[in-house]
């Protein structure tokens, strides 16, 4: 291939991962879309801020679904529209579901933003009656307050009083701010007291995972090559016709709902995605389903399969099966002994060939526990010998089964004993 075709080639993998890194160009929804969850909230907060009343709001949904990216977006655009008349305060329940940490930081945010003196020692009451006072002057400014309170439902523990300030100054015809809470419990509004409560507007918005139409749109509009690019227009045409037949190829669909089964989330499907266009071969030019398909054993990558597949022998799935099979039986406690009882009874009943002294299980008992394939319960009988103290697996039925089964010398026993 010509280094002039190489360049187009690297132009156009440029341009797709610049895509992918800009969680606003995969968060708007198509602009004729009235339904979507960004036009909603762009609706709820420009109203809030052009008739100058009060607002709360919940984004709920579970993680990587989008909520922050959308707010950002909505954020973003309105900053734009209305410069002089928003302020956002942003708040973590990680970092500040402490109420005395919570006022101090919105106290430091808010001399930031309009250049006042800011008292690390002011107290709890101080900072406090500052925040009202200065809703009260943002309110008669004509200017809105945001305050995006993420992890929500940490501020909904304790005796909730940043929320209940909160929402109490937001009673006042003079004050204008919009709280938004974001969290990925749907039941967030029951965590809050009677008196949070009844001053809460009880709006929500709900994230879901990616349906079928959302997967198909994401996929044509970010992996589509602009006409109207400097990219060749030969090259624009070939790339995105290939790319439409990708699109409807059976088996590349099937690689794709492989893919959201084990999870839909539009964060973890973009980043699937900038995997599978890093694969692409410069030479051609083009995405091919090989790309996406590879893309998907990497991200599927099971290490403790390939651990059991190639570093484990013959008596280590001995123990590692009769472990599980303790497990199965609701034996929740069991050390090496209570195993070796297990291995005995599978020798017994099947007469296998496979059996080995006491002091060479004991070692392979230990190799597992270096690999970390298995684990000791809890940390405390350090003084105990290694035969006594509880152990756990740290693999899945799942992970298990299927490294038996990708195992070349695994007896045919092991096998019947999972399933």
Do not use: W
Request: with cysteine; charged share 25%.
């Amino acid at each position: 291939m010509a280094a002039e075709d190489l360049s187009e080639a690297r132009a156009a993998l440029s341009l797709l991962r610049s895509r992918l890194c800009n969680s606003s160009f995969y968060s708007k929804p198509p602009s004729n879309s009235s339904d979507s969850n960004y036009s909603k909230l762009k609706f709820i907060i420009s109203s809030s801020v052009t008739e100058a009343c009060n607002n709360s709001i919940l984004l709920l949904g579970p993680r990587g679904s989008g909520k922050m990216a959308v707010l950002e977006l909505v954020l973003q655009d309105l900053l734009l529209e209305y410069p002089d008349m928003i302020t956002v305060i942003r708040l973590s329940g990680l970092l500040h579901c402490d109420d005395n940490g919570a006022f101090k930081e919105i106290a430091r945010q808010l001399c930031s933003e309009y250049q006042l003196l800011f008292s690390k020692m002011a107290s709890f009451d101080d900072n406090s009656k500052f925040m009202i006072a200065m809703l009260r002057e943002c309110g008669l400014a004509h200017k809105t307050i945001v305050f995006v309170l993420d992890e929500f439902d940490l501020f909904a523990q304790g005796k909730q009083r940043l929320l209940y300030s909160l929402l109490d100054a937001m009673q006042s015809v003079s004050s204008q701010a919009i709280v938004i809470g974001i969290s990925c419990r749907l039941d967030a509004d029951q965590l809050l007291e009677k008196r949070v409560r009844s001053r809460f507007s009880h709006r929500k918005l709900l994230f879901l995972p990616l349906c079928k139409e959302d997967v198909e749109r994401l996929l044509e509009d970010i992996l589509s090559l602009p006409i109207d690019s400097d990219l060749p227009h030969d090259y624009i045409i070939k790339f995105n016709a290939k790319l439409h037949n990708m699109l409807a190829n059976e088996r590349f669909k099937k690689i794709i709902n492989t893919y959201l089964d084990s999870d839909s989330t539009v964060k973890q499907f973009v980043r699937y995605l900038f995997c599978a266009i890093s694969k692409m071969d410069l030479k051609s030019g083009l995405l091919t389903v090989e790309n996406f398909e590879h893309a998907l054993s990497d991200i599927q990558r099971q290490p403790k399969q390939e651990y059991i597949k190639a570093d484990c022998s013959i008596l280590e799935l001995y123990i590692l099966v009769c472990m599980k099979r303790l497990e199965v039986k609701e034996q929740n406690s069991y050390n090496f002994n209570s195993v070796m009882k297990e291995y005995k009874s599978i020798h017994d009943s099947f007469r296998t060939s496979d059996y080995y002294s006491r002091s060479v299980c004991l070692r392979a008992f230990e190799h597992l526990l270096q690999r970390e394939l298995i684990c000791f319960a809890d940390n405390r009988g350090h003084t105990q010998s290694i035969e006594f103290r509880p152990a756990k697996l740290l693999i899945t039925s799942h992970e298990l089964h299927h490294g038996l089964k990708a195992y070349r010398s695994c007896p045919v026993i092991l096998q019947k004993l999972m399933n």
